[in-house]
């Protein structure tokens, strides 16, 4: 019997699939951790002067070190870094008041969809396909998912047509729906929303009175140069008028994604614009139940976002870590989304941005007929027979929602770049062998 090793693609997780830690981060957090080093008189010897200077700084944030809860919406030092940054990315202010920050950014998800639903009648219209997350915590809260389904011929893009129909069709059903989520870039899609995109969804929130839940958790992962990230409050803002100061949106960011990948490390926050004073009083209130964030993750937060600067001692290593990684992330999407369009009834976009590509896989009418006799759904066929024969996890499309007949499987861009060509190679050769298997004469043909 063959040992096949396992290449975990199935899940966002970058460390462990080799992405190293960014330096000055963890040397801030172990001096955190273990402040007795910065009485240590060859402390410097080890660490440089700033991540000496940000340990103490942090230190002196807290009401008793890293062991001490927080303020139940986050420590106020590092939600005011945190409202420089978005100031410094939007160009409008940011109020710290505003912004919670939260055990990573799923946390913060949880605890709006817990503020907005208040039964089954209760939607909440959320992109197809879609981050588990949104389907399993409405689930979980007894509300109701309304899907809008992305257009894959479009590059997964966002049409409010259907938008519309989404909406009416619910609404015929006795559903009032509540809130729309954007992800973006998208999870599982890879795709960027334009500055016109965005507009237009905000334009629609405000027509249907929708709270907008912008899951912007990938805002750092962008592989390409036509469609930069732009938050959807800054369009927001940009726009002017009655909208920009009436539209309730809340916006989510973590340190899980991006070049930094410290999924263990649970920090998140989130940002509400427009939400009225009583609402947040409420929102505060759920989040009181978790009495504190994760404390180490709110530092790791904050040195998200406030990294070292130029001059700083640090500074040059952190650019050289951080642009390396995201420089070998573009070149993984590419050689990713290559692979898969060079296979036989594969097709696939590229993958503008976050961690992940999402090929559509034309399965034959037999291996559809074999599935269902082996009593799986057919892309889950497919994945469980790929990871048998190459031991390459997946994802089946189906576990994200699609169209009715269309079958996809997602998978991470995040193997070691030295790996890639092998692990593609690995995949042609069994979906050729799979098609070979399951075509009748002549088969498909590519599109």
Avoid at 34 to 45: G, K, S, T
Avoid at 232 to 241: E, P, S, T, W
Avoid at 252 to 262: A, L, R
């Amino acid at each position: 019997m063959i040992l096949l090793q396992i290449i975990f693609t199935n899940v966002g997780n970058p460390h462990a699939l080799g992405q190293k830690p960014l330096t000055f981060p963890r040397q801030v957090v172990a001096l955190c951790q273990a402040p007795f080093l910065l009485d240590d008189p060859n402390v410097e010897l080890v660490f440089p002067a700033d991540a000496i200077a940000r340990a103490k700084h942090y230190l002196s944030l807290t009401s008793g070190g890293l062991g001490a809860y927080s303020d139940a919406h986050g420590i106020p030092g590092i939600r005011k870094e945190v409202s420089e940054f978005i100031e410094r990315r939007d160009g409008y202010p940011s109020d710290p008041e505003h912004i919670f920050l939260t055990g990573g950014a799923s946390i913060g998800v949880m605890q709006i969809l817990n503020c907005i639903i208040r039964g089954e009648l209760d939607g909440i219209l959320v992109p197809v396909p879609q981050y588990p997350l949104y389907s399993a915590t409405i689930s979980l809260l007894g509300g109701s998912l309304v899907p809008y389904y992305l257009e894959e011929t479009a590059n997964w893009g966002l049409d409010i047509v259907n938008l519309r129909q989404s909406v009416a069709q619910a609404r015929s059903q006795g559903i009032t729906v509540r809130a729309m989520v954007i992800i973006n870039p998208g999870n599982p899609t890879g795709q960027c929303l334009s500055e016109a995109n965005l507009k237009e969804v905000l334009q629609f929130c405000y027509q249907n009175n929708l709270v907008l839940l912008g899951d912007e958790v990938y805002q750092q992962n962008i592989y390409q140069d036509e469609r930069p990230f732009i938050s959807a409050r800054k369009v927001l803002m940009d726009m002017g008028g009655n909208i920009s100061k009436e539209l309730q949106l809340v916006s989510f960011h973590t340190v899980s994604k991006g070049y930094w990948g410290e999924c263990g490390q649970r920090g998140g926050y989130f940002e509400m614009t427009n939400i009225p004073p009583k609402t947040a009083e409420e929102i505060y209130k759920v989040t009181c139940t978790s009495h504190s964030p994760n404390v180490p993750g709110q530092i790791f937060l904050g040195l998200m976002v406030n990294p070292p600067k130029p001059g700083d001692i640090s500074y040059e290593r952190f650019v050289r870590e951080s642009k390396g990684i995201l420089e070998s992330l573009r070149r993984r999407a590419q050689i990713v989304t290559d692979g898969f369009n060079s296979c036989r009834n594969v097709i696939c976009n590229f993958t503008e941005g976050a961690m992940y590509s999402f090929p559509q896989i034309r399965l034959p009418p037999k291996a559809i007929e074999a599935a269902k006799n082996a009593g799986k759904v057919p892309d889950v066929f497919y994945c469980l027979k790929l990871l048998e024969a190459t031991g390459i996890s997946t994802v089946p499309g189906s576990g994200f929602g699609q169209k009715e007949g269309v079958f996809h499987l997602r998978t991470t861009i995040l193997p070691a770049e030295e790996d890639m060509p092998a692990i593609m190679a690995s995949f042609k050769k069994f979906n050729d062998d799979f098609m070979k298997q399951y075509e009748d004469y002549g088969g498909y043909l590519r599109m």
